[in-house]
């Protein structure tokens, strides 16, 4: 049996965990540099106010209506993330994480044992050593359990097991909210009469294959029960690996994105080091705003790609082989919106055949690098950085309704009085 764990209103839970004033009230997380919002609690949504709606709408609403409103504090959900599937762990080993808030489980329970109270008995636990509610579906398939998980949200108990024959079920959901289904796909499936899960189950799968995708032919036999959607393995490697922001406003000055790549390279290598990879290069990008006046230009990106001397996970290496196309790829006048960089040519760190004549230090190098994302991860993140990286970094996203790092940093701890 499959089950999806799926934080409810994850982002807002996890601000609740530890601020309890926040219950019971209207409040919503915004997206980067506080733009719109990507988060609900059940009272927000009471209010009519719909996803993606921008904070300059909301600013002169907040103190007429109660509104309470966050920025994205991505280092502390991540981290209550990483202890959500720990928990999950203890009760299987089949963990598969599908996102920051949702995890596929794969569950064999002995003959006669209710899924319904396993489900339960999952979800107290989360909510009592975490403090995260969420919904729980179990079904035969990936499809079926996320239809279960929907269903388990609006249930008093949180969890919703897909009866053998999901019949019932799948004939009152439209076909629009059936997984895998997209906004442009539901109106050409309506218009051949499709209009439910349940009509879709029954279509010929090789007939839809050849009209739409083999994809959609996938769904029609996970609807059936027949699981056919499997998730890449736990071990298999990261094939890029990417690091990019806004900036909090327009930035101009070449220095400034100096800093801002010099950070998400350090990021990004951070993540090679974790994974236990080398890179044999980085595509590096700056994304410009449009021009209106006095001369009118469209928005666009400078990008350039380095190819390292060797594979490396040594931040300072890649910034010295880095560093030097910035300015070629750098315009004068314009406005950067965003910056980021995306290595290519992973490999394994422990696999790699080293060059007999190479003078290089690599393993030096990756250890010291290894000892600061140690006290990084330890003491919070920033605590030893590349002078490169710039200490005041005023290109930072914007983040003005910034919630402490409660379990991110050291400096950040809440007091228990």
């Known amino acids: 049996m499959i089950g999806l764990v799926d934080g409810n209103n994850f982002y807002v839970s996890c601000e609740r965990i530890f601020d309890p004033t926040l219950e019971g009230k209207p409040v919503a997380v915004l997206s980067n540099n506080d733009g719109c919002v990507i988060s609900r609690s059940a009272e927000f949504k009471a209010l009519g106010i719909p996803m993606g709606t921008p904070f300059f709408q909301l600013k002169p609403l907040m103190a007429d209506r109660g509104l309470i409103l966050k920025s994205s504090n991505y280092a502390l959900y991540g981290d209550i993330s990483r202890r959500v599937i720990a928990i999950l762990r203890d009760f299987t080993p089949d963990v598969e994480q599908y996102s920051i808030d949702e995890a596929f489980i794969r569950v064999e329970l002995p003959a006669g044992a209710d899924y319904f109270e396993f489900g339960r008995k999952i979800r107290r636990t989360l909510l009592k050593q975490i403090g995260i509610p969420c919904g729980i579906g179990f079904a035969a398939t990936r499809t079926l359990a996320k239809i279960a998980n929907h269903i388990g949200k609006k249930e008093p108990d949180g969890v919703f097991v897909m009866p053998e024959d999901p019949h019932p079920v799948l004939d009152q959901l439209p076909v629009s909210e059936v997984w895998g289904i997209g906004h442009r796909l539901a109106p050409k499936l309506e218009r051949l009469g499709i209009r439910t899960a349940w009509q879709l189950s029954c279509r010929d799968v090789s007939a839809m294959q050849k009209k739409f995708s083999v994809s959609l032919g996938r769904t029609i036999l996970e609807l059936r029960g027949i699981s056919c959607i499997e998730g890449n393995p736990a071990e298999e490697p ?142 919070g993140r920033g605590t030893i950085f590349l002078m490169g990286e710039g200490i005041r970094k005023p290109w930072r996203m914007r983040r003005e309704l910034l919630s402490p790092g409660y379990t991110t940093n050291w400096g950040e701890l809440l007091n228990v009085k």
């Open 238 to 379: 990261s094939r890029s690996i990417s690091c990019s922001r806004s900036f909090g406003y327009p930035v101009v000055d070449f220095d400034e994105l100096c800093e801002s790549i010099a950070a998400y390279t350090a990021g990004a290598a951070e993540k090679l080091r974790r994974e236990r990879l080398l890179a044999a290069g980085v595509n590096v990008y700056f994304q410009m705003y449009p021009e209106y006046g006095p001369v009118r230009r469209e928005g666009g990106m400078s990008c350039g790609t380095i190819v390292f001397p060797e594979p490396t996970d040594d931040t300072g290496k890649m910034m010295t082989a880095v560093k030097p196309e910035l300015r070629k790829m750098f315009i004068a006048g314009r406005r950067y919106k965003k910056s980021g960089v995306v290595f290519f040519g992973l490999e394994s760190s422990l696999d790699r055949q080293q060059d007999l004549f190479s003078a290089s230090q690599q393993g030096e190098a990756s250890e010291l690098y290894r000892v600061v994302d140690l006290l990084n991860a330890k003491f």
